[in-house]
């Protein structure tokens, strides 16, 4: 059956291959875009019956949605074609929607048994809010496509007292994240089999090719080392990751951008030392090596909205000179800069015009922030081939021989890593008696407020309740006292690995390596 499908305007120029009698007369189609309003990176939604929507082109163009980050806009866009794969079904388009639709659509999105694939109630709650954005524009006066909204809405009081609209059919179980956890061996081992291409064994696997493995590597261990989270780590200009230093230093720190952050606040985050030379090494080798192919092929050349950076300013509000292509020249705060506009700023290199964009594709191009999912699924399924060849059923899903990661659950591992780390500090190597652990309490804080500010969280209760609820009621001081102290109480990787591994046994959710891998891989070692 014929589906909607989403297609983007290329942010790179076009050309009309010669020959190609079909596409005659369209080599101008960059300009009769931009004459209507369409930019690069939007997207135009076509029917099932080939027919593009004029009235989503309208909506993608509008205000509402330009605002939007380009991971909401891909995730809106996602979840609308399939309202709308469900109602052409019906023989509708989603301007004849009624509220029986919408409440026919949740039964099978979240209920039905003739449905494959059920989803969630976080799931859902993003599928409605897209839903919601789409209808309240089109039922906004100056519109009025639609003759009612077909999602059912009360109104409640804020949490600042003002008065919002909610849908009727929002989920009252939503959980807020869909969160699990690796223990450090267990990163370890997804990186070494998913990423570097080790086999069971430790050792590379005969004709692996890592297609820019030191990059994803790097990146990886950035989000597990630092709790950044994609769209963070994935916008990270050149001259925004912290250089390696003589004096060293386990921990280095950077600084990130308000506009690339969920809150919209500027924040410090921080990398271990071993990450920051990670990063080195794929800035000065396959980054570099990508560059300069895309420079002799001319790649450069063809991106239209291209910015090259004159200046960044130093001080505590760096702010970023451009000009363009144009000669037209502009300047933007270092901390509003959104990712879409810093994947334009380009820096002029010995050899031509080279991207700031710190994480780079095959073709030298910035690599879309979207695109690490990608990167993770293909590390997971070869995680789950070489580790796991023939699964066994009734096993523990969180004591596994392979393991499986997301973007965000490098996040939450950071977290709970974190969380340990500093009761370890404070229970063991600063030996605090409980008044001292009080005073030191109210000067800095507890470990679980120390870990809500480096993950950036607005409230605790986030991080408690969804980060890391597994181990919140968890006695952490009496699992950190049977932690080995090594000669010279040196903290190291394998000095926690028995402490989470009785987290992991202790705590739903939280994956480690299955005893039998354990062995395998102590062998390998």
């Known amino acids: 059956m014929s589906k909607w499908r989403v297609f983007w305007v290329p942010k790179t120029a076009t050309t009309v291959p010669a020959g190609q009698s079909e596409l005659a007369g369209w080599a101008d189609l960059a300009a009769r875009e931009e004459s209507v309003g369409i930019r690069p990176g939007d997207p135009i939604f076509l029917a099932p019956d080939y027919r593009v929507d004029e009235l989503l082109s309208l909506y993608t163009t509008s205000s509402p949605f330009q605002r939007y980050e380009a991971e909401t806009k891909r995730n809106y866009t996602t979840d609308d074609c399939l309202f709308f794969n469900f109602l052409w079904k019906r023989g509708k388009i989603w301007t004849q929607a009624v509220e029986s639709d919408v409440d026919d659509y949740q039964y099978w999105r979240q209920e039905s048994l003739d449905n494959p694939v059920r989803i969630g109630s976080d799931k859902w709650v993003r ?25 059912s ?24 994240s869909n969160v699990h956890w690796l223990t450090p061996r267990t990163f370890r081992l997804w990186v070494d089999v998913g990423l570097r291409g080790c086999g069971a064994d430790g050792l590379r696997a005969p004709g692996w090719v890592g297609r820019l493995e030191d990059r994803n590597v790097a990146f990886a261990r950035l989000l597990y080392s630092s ?36 809150s919209k606040k500027a924040r410090t985050y921080y990398v271990a030392a071993g990450v920051v030379g ?40 760096p702010i970023v000179h451009w000009v363009d292509r144009d000669g037209v020249m502009g300047r933007v705060a270092l901390t509003h800069a959104l990712a879409e506009e810093r994947m334009t700023w380009y820096t002029e290199g010995p050899a031509g015009p080279e991207p700031l964009w710190l994480w780079l594709s095959e073709t030298g191009l910035p690599f879309q922030p979207h695109s690490w999912e990608n990167v993770f699924t293909s590390a997971n399924k070869r995680c789950r081939v070489v580790l796991d060849p023939e699964p066994k059923q009734g096993l523990d899903p969180h004591r596994v021989r392979a393991p499986y990661a997301t973007p ?3 996040r939450h591992s950071f ?60 006695q952490l001081r009496s699992l950190l006292a049977t932690a080995p102290i090594r000669q010279g109480e040196q903290l ?33 070692a």
């Not at 809010?129 to 039922?139: I, V």
């Not at 100056?142 to 999602?151: G, L, Q, T, Y």
């Not at 986030?462 to 009621?473: I, K, Q």
């Not at 994956?511 to 062998?523: L, N």
């Open 127 to 151: 599928e409605l809010a897209a839903l919601m954005s789409l209808y309240k524009w089109a039922m906004k006066p100056e519109n009025a496509f639609v003759p009612r909204n077909p999602i």
């Open 408 to 410: 965000h659950s490098c």
């Open 278 to 317: 990670d990063i080195e090494s794929y800035v000065d080798s396959s980054r570099a090596e990508v560059i300069r192919k895309a420079q002799a092929k001319g790649r450069y050349d063809d991106v239209r909205d291209m910015r090259l950076v004159t200046k960044v300013t130093h001080g505590p509000k």
């Open 492 to 524: 190291e990787e394998q000095d926690m690995d028995d402490v989470f591994a009785r987290l992991a046994r202790e705590a739903e959710g939280i994956q480690d390596i299955d005893a039998k891998m354990q062995v395998r891989t102590g062998e390998a």
């Open 227 to 262: 709790g950044l989270r994609r769209l963070e780590g994935a916008s990270l200009m050149t001259f925004e990751v912290p250089k390696l230093r003589l004096e060293g230093g386990r921990y280095y720190s950077g600084r990130l951008a308000a506009k690339v952050t969920r």
């Open 415 to 474: 977290a709970l890593y974190m969380l340990v780390i500093l009761h370890y500090l404070m229970d063991q190597r600063l030996g605090l008696t409980p008044e001292e652990r009080r005073d030191y309490r109210l000067l800095y804080g507890d470990p679980w407020r120390m870990v809500q500010d480096l993950l950036g969280h607005a409230s605790i209760e986030t991080t408690r309740e969804r980060y890391l609820a597994p181990v919140a009621d968890l």
């Open 153 to 176: 809405t009360h109104q409640v009081m804020g949490r600042y007292g003002q008065i919002i609209e909610v849908p009727d059919v929002r989920s009252k179980d939503v959980k807020g």
